[in-house]
């Protein structure tokens, strides 16, 4: 099947990007692809998923032809990609056999699986951001700055706005860096990440840098109709600034809300994400116990720790567009963090947290059905 006008998508982008690739794919020259890619004010802000897709499209047209199956294959390789990384990371908090069943657990049960054959440039930017984070388990050292500084800018022209907010990987890797070696001045760094982090928080980094192609209130809309239209999270994204970040930041974490949303419009193909969004609910259910045992709260580690402060900055800041794509390049964060905890609780703190899991859900629900009416 070649026209993903066709197929299924479940990303509106999806179709452009295809359509695009299939034009540069259609020019003379390597050259005029890679010209076009860098150039052409519709990829302004997709530069580098222009560029990949396009050649892909061109050397695919001199074999057997362009087709969306091929492009698909971009993302699938992406999303393969992670995994490794995902594991090597687990391995410095759990044995291989855990870290196996970690690195499992996100390819089957998280949202990477559904969008691993989903047309999007979030994916390409979460191999980026797993990066980023694989070299703060790297030896400590300066010569890393440039490697942070170019995946930035990589990212960067897949989305502006992600590329900036990845700086704060940089700015964080600096601050450990300067405590392990107890320098004074590690303070200092504390101010530039205060101010890309409010720069994300306020869903202000495309203005400033006057990229984007959309506005926030256009994205308020779009995320009210991610939101299930008339649901609990519409109804969220009402609520005044500040407290609507905090509430639609977490809710975001939880969608599709309920997960059986969209199961009768899109079928079989929706399932994946409807068990991420129950098994990511999960996820987050056993942070709560960090609250609760200084023994778990002890698993977490400098490193993890800082990780995951980035990781909550991230969701904030995408919280005006409440779509899980959007923020799951943080997702391995989460989820080695969850299992820290998971794995390091009794029997029964389990057993108390599965019942707890049950009653917040059951809960969001009652709520979802009262908004509903």
């Avoid at 890393?144 to 964080?172: D, M, N, Q």
Wanted: hydrophobic share 55%; aromatic share 18%.
């Amino acid at each position: 099947m070649s026209s993903p006008l066709v197929d299924y998508f479940y990303a509106k982008d999806s179709v452009h990007f295809y359509n695009y690739a299939s034009m540069l794919g259609e020019l003379p020259t390597m050259w005029n692809v890679i010209l076009t890619s860098f150039t052409d004010f519709v990829c302004a802000d997709w530069k580098a998923f222009a560029l990949i897709s396009g050649m892909i499209a061109f050397v695919t047209n001199h074999i057997d032809g362009n087709s969306i199956i091929v492009q698909k294959l971009i993302i699938v390789f992406f999303s393969s990609m992670i995994l490794p990384y995902v594991f090597i990371i687990a391995t410095h908090y759990f044995d291989k056999r855990k870290a196996l069943f970690v690195t499992l657990l996100y390819g089957f049960l998280s949202y990477s699986l559904f969008y691993s054959a989903v047309l999007v440039r979030d994916v390409p930017i979460g191999f980026c951001f797993i990066l980023l984070i694989y070299l703060f388990y790297t030896k400590q050292s300066l010569s890393k700055v440039p490697l942070f500084l170019a995946l930035s800018v990589i990212v960067f022209l897949f989305r502006p706005e992600h590329g900036i907010f990845s700086l704060i990987f940089l700015f964080a890797y600096l601050y450990l860096y300067l405590e392990e070696n107890d320098s004074k001045y590690k303070f200092v760094l504390v101010l530039p990440i205060f101010l890309l982090a409010i720069l994300a928080i306020s869903n202000q980094i495309g203005n400033f840098f006057n990229m984007l192609n959309t506005t926030s209130d256009v994205y308020l809309g779009y995320s009210k109709d991610v939101a299930s239209g008339d649901s609990l999270g519409a109804s969220l994204l009402k609520l005044p600034w500040g407290i609507r970040h905090i509430a639609a930041g977490l809710f975001s974490q939880t969608l599709p809300f309920p997960f059986y949303v969209g199961l009768d419009k899109e079928g079989l193909g929706f399932i994946p994400l409807s068990i991420a969004a129950l098994f990511w609910f999960f996820i987050w259910a056993q942070l709560l116990l960090l609250l609760y045992s200084a023994k778990l709260r002890a698993l977490i580690d400098r490193r993890l720790f800082v990780l995951f402060i980035i990781a909550l900055i991230l969701i904030l800041g995408a919280s005006v567009n409440a779509d899980t794509r959007r923020i799951m390049a943080i997702n391995p964060i989460i989820l080695i963090a969850s299992m820290n905890v998971y794995l390091g609780a009794t029997k029964t703190m389990r057993l108390n947290l599965a019942l707890l899991t049950l009653f917040l859900y059951l809960s969001l629900l009652g709520m979802y059905f009262v908004i509903k009416g």
